[in-house]
C-alpha cells in the first residue's frame, strides 16, 4: 500500500511551499509521526513529520523546489499498523454540491422583457405575429429582430443599427421603398462592422504579367489562379498575414484557405478554396471556375463560403484599376486585384509594351504595419514576374 | 539601492507592501497602525522589514483594541497625519464599529473636519478560516454614508487602489482579500501610478450577459466566461474595484449593452451589495433589461470552517456557468 | 489546605491528557490533515487543568483559545476535539467551526468566538441569570494578557463588580499576544492591577503550578458561590511556542524558553507528586500509557467520522421555535 505525501497548507493565505530538506533519504525506512522532511513557506519553517510507518519509495519535489499547496511531494510504502489506510489526503473531497447552482429563472410565454418590449415598441411590432423561441417559447429580441428581417423593415440591431437609422420608413411619393434582401443586410452589416472593427490601411503595388502570359494561355486560364499562387507564398514567406485578431492574443492559422470575392445577381459572394497552397494551378483554376459558376446559380454549400484566411477580391474583371478592399473579418488582409492593362513600362532603360495590373493590398493595421505588408507585397509581385511559370507549379 | 532590470510578477500582496513604502517614503505623513505590523511584520507579513527602514513610530505595534486603534487613528488624521490602520482580519473590524461608522465617517458631514484614514480589512473566505476568520463585512459599511470602499482584484489595481486610498481625503476600508494574496501576481508599471476610487474596470468584454462583480469573485467570472466562450456564451465582466461611491455608468453601460445581467459576489446574499445593484438597474435601465437579474452570492449562512461546508458556501464558475447558460436560453 | 492525592493524580491526568491531544493537533496539521488554524497550550496547561477541575458540575465556564484542558475536564472527548479539528460531522459544532471554538451548554461550556475577551461580558450575564434566580452556581472565564486591552474587558469587569456578580475571571498572562510582548500591551507589570480600578480583588497564581492555579480558584469560586462577588486570578505562564503553527515566534528571547522550559508544568506537578508521596515513576508511566491509548482511539474516530454533506451547512441558522400552548 502506498500513501502520498502532499504539500500542506501551512497558514491561512499561504498558497505554496519550499522543500528546504528530505530528511530521510530515498528507500529507507520511517516511522509514523517521525520527521520526514522540513518545508518552508513565506510565513514559517516547519518539520513535515510522516503520516505513516513505511518506505520512502518515491521523491517526485527534490530540495530547494518550490510547489503549490497540495501537490504530490513523495509517496511512502507502508505496513498497515492499524488497518486504518490513513492517506494524507483523506480529509479534502472536491465539492459535490453548492449553495447556489439552484438558482432559476422561469419564462411564461406571455412574459416579455422590457428591452423586447421596448423593440417592439419602436418597431411597431405586433406581437401577436411572432412565434416566440425562447424559454416555454418566450418571444426574444432575436425573433423580433428576425421577424423586422423578414419584413425588410428594421435595422438588426434595436437601437444602434449598424446601418444608421433609415431617414424615414415611409417612402414619399417620389420615392419607393426596395426591401432589403436578406444577402443585402447582411453584407451592410458585415462592412460596416468590419471598418468598425480594423484599422484599415491600403498599399498600392504594380505587378507585370508579362511571364504569366504563355503558361495561362497554354492552360486556358484567368489571371487568377496565378494571383492564389503568388499569395500562397506570400503567405508562406510572411505568415501573420494568415492569422486573426482576437482580444487574447493573433490567432495564427496553419491552413491557407484563399476566400474569391464573386459578384452575384444580388449582391457578392466568398467563396473558400481550401489549402489553396497545396494545389496546382490547374486545380486552382478548375476550383475557381467551379466555385464562381456555382455562386451565380445559388449551389454553394455552405461550409464552402467559410473558413476562409485571407481574401481575393478580382475588381479588375470590370475594368477598374484599384480599390481599397474592405477586410474579410476576421482576416487581417484582403488583395484587390485590378485590370491586367498593355502599358508602356519602361524595362532596362527601354520603353516597353507590357501586360500591367495594381494589387491593392487593405490590411489591419492593429495586427501588421507598413513595413510587414510592403514585404508581403514585394513577395507577391516578384512570384508573378518570375522569369518562367512552371505549368505544374 | 539596485532594482533588477528584468520585470518581475509582483504578487497582489507584494503590491499592497509595495503601495504602502512608496507612499510612506515620499509622504512622511502616512504611518502604520496595527496589531504585529512592527517586527513581526503582520499577520500575512505585508509590513515586513518596514519598521527597520521606518522606525518604531511610523510601523506601530498596538495593544490588542481595534477600537482604540481606529479611535487613536481618526484623531491623528484629522490633526493632518495620514494614518494606514491595519486589521490583523477584516472580522475583527467589527470591535472598531462604531468608531468608523460614527466618528470616521460622520465627521466631515456634521462639521467639515476631514479624515484622511485607510483600514486595512484582509477579508473573505477560501482559506479554511471558519466563521471569525472568512467574513466579508463589506456590505456593513457600505450601508454607512461617508465612507469609502474598495475591493481590489489584482496585484495592479491592489496597488494602485491602495495609493488613491491614502491620498484620499475621506476615511477608505481597503478590502484586501486573503485568498489572493499570494495566488494573483502581475508585472507592475515601474513609475507610480494610482487606480482612481470610483471607477469600475472590464475585465474581458462581451456581448451577451454581464457579471458584476469584485474581489475574488472576479477570477471565478473570468473562469466561468472562458468555459462559456466554448459554447458561444459571450459574457462581459465588470470588475467593480470600488464599491463606495459605486461606478453606475459602467454598470449601466454595460447592462444596456447586454440586457442581460448577472450580480455575483462572495458575502451573504440579503442585504450584500448586489441587491442595491439589482435595484439600480431596475430603476435606471429597466426597459435594457432582457431577462430577470441573477443574484449568486453566498447563503445568509456564518462562514463555515469544515471544506465541504466551505465549498457549499462559497460562489463558484460553475454557479455562473449554471445561470448564464439559463440567460442566454431566455 | 493541601491538595489530596485523588485530587492531584485527577489534575496530573488531565495535564498528560492534554498535552498528548495537541501534540496529536500539531502533528496532524504539519501532515495537512488540519485545514485550518491550530492553536495550543503548550506549556500553560496546568491554567485550564486547574481551574476547571475546581468546579462544580452545573457551573459553567467561557474559556478562550489556550483553555484545552478545561474542555477536557468539562468532558469533551479527545475524539471530539479532533473531530472539531478535522471539521468532521461528529465533532461539537458538526464542522460548522474549528479548533477550540466549540461549545455545549449541557456540559456547561460556553463555545468561544475569535474576537477576544467578548466572552467576559458574556460571562458576567451568565452569572447575572445565576443571581437573578437565586442559585448557587458561578461562572468562571479566562482570557489572554492581550485580550485584558480590549474595552470589552473592562466593561466585563465593571458590571461585575457592581452587581457582585458570581463570576471569577482569570487571565493566561503567556507574556505575549501573537507578537507583542506584554509591555507594548499594558504600561503596568501585573495584569491583575487592572482588576484594582473596579475594586475586584485580584491574586497572582504561577500559571504552571497545577495545584496552586486549581487550590486558588476553589477559593475564589466559594467566595463568589458565598455572594462576595468576582475575583481576578492571573496565572504567569509563557507560551512555548509560535502564536499558532505557522509561527516560529522568532520575536521571543530563546533564553526566556529555556528557563521555563525549567519550570514546565507536568514536570512540575511529577515532582511535587513524588515529594508528598503521591505517585512516582510507574504511575505517571501508566498515566502516560493510558493517555497515548485515548489518544490513539481518538484519531481513529476522528478519521474515520464522515464529513459533513455540502448542504448541512444550511442548517441552524435560527432556533426552532416549538409552539407554546397557553392554557
Ligand atoms: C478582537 C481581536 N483582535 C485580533 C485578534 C487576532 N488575534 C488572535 S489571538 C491574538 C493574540 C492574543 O493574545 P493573548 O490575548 O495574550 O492570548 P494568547 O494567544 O497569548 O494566549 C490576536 C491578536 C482576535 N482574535 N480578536
Ligand atoms: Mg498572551
Redesign the pocket.
Known sequence: MATDIVMPQLGESIAEGTIVKWLVPLGAQVKKDDSLLEVETDKVALDIPSPATGALTEILIQEGETVPVGTLLARLDYHSESGNGDSATSTIQSPVSSGHGHLTISGSPDLLSPAVRDLAAKHQVDLSRITGTGMNGRITKKDILEFLDKQGLAGKESGDSLMGQPASVTPSLEEELIPLSSMRRTIAERMVKSRQTAAHVVTFFEADFTTVEPTRQELHLTYLPFVIKAVTQGIHAFPILNSSWSNKGLILKHSVHIGVAVAVEEGLLVPVVKHADQKDLRQLGQEVADLSQRARSKQLQPEEVQGGTFTITNHGGTGSLFSTPIINQPQIAILGVGAVLRRAVVVNESIEIRPMAYLSLAFDHRVIDGATADQFMLMVKSVLEQPSWEVTS | MTTSAIAHEVTYLEAISQALDEEMSQDERVFLMG??IGPYGG?FRVTEGFQDKYGEWRVLDTP?A?SGIVGAAIGAAMMGLRPVVEM??AD?IS?AFDQITEMAAKNHYRWGAEVPLVIRAPFGGGTHGGP?HSVCPEAWFFHTPGLKLVAPSTAYDAKGLLKAAIRDHNPVIYFEHKFLYRRVKEVLPAEDYIVPIGEAEIKRTGSEISVITYGAMVHVALEAAEALDQEGIDMEVVDLRTLSPLDTDTVKDSVRKTGKVIILHEDTKTGGIGGEIAAILAEECFNALDAPIMRIAAPDIPVPYSPPLEDFFLPKAHDVITAARQLAAY | MEISQSEFLHLYYFLKLTRALEERVTTLYRQGRIVGGA?TSHG?EAISVGYASALQADDIIAP???DMGAFLVRGITPGEVLAQYLGKRTGPTKGKDGNVHMGDLKRGIIAFV?????NLPVATGVALAFKLRGESRIVATN??????S?GDFHEALNFASVRRLPVVFFC???Q???S?PLHY?MAIKDVVERAKAYAIPGEIVDGNDVASVYLTAQRAFQRARDGGGPTFIECKTM?MHG?SEHDSAKYVPRELLEEWKKKDPILNAERRMKELGYAGEPEFQEIHMRVEREIETAVEFAEQSPLPEGSEALEGVFAANPVEVLI
Open positions: 496589531e504585529d499577520a490588542l481595534e490583523q482580519f475583527f470591535c471569525f | 492553536y500553560m478562550f483559545h489556550r475569535s474576537h477576544l475577551a467578548d482570557t489572554g494578557d492581550g485580550g485584558t480590549r493566561n498572562n503567556n505575549y499576544a501573537y507583542t500591551q507560551r502564536h
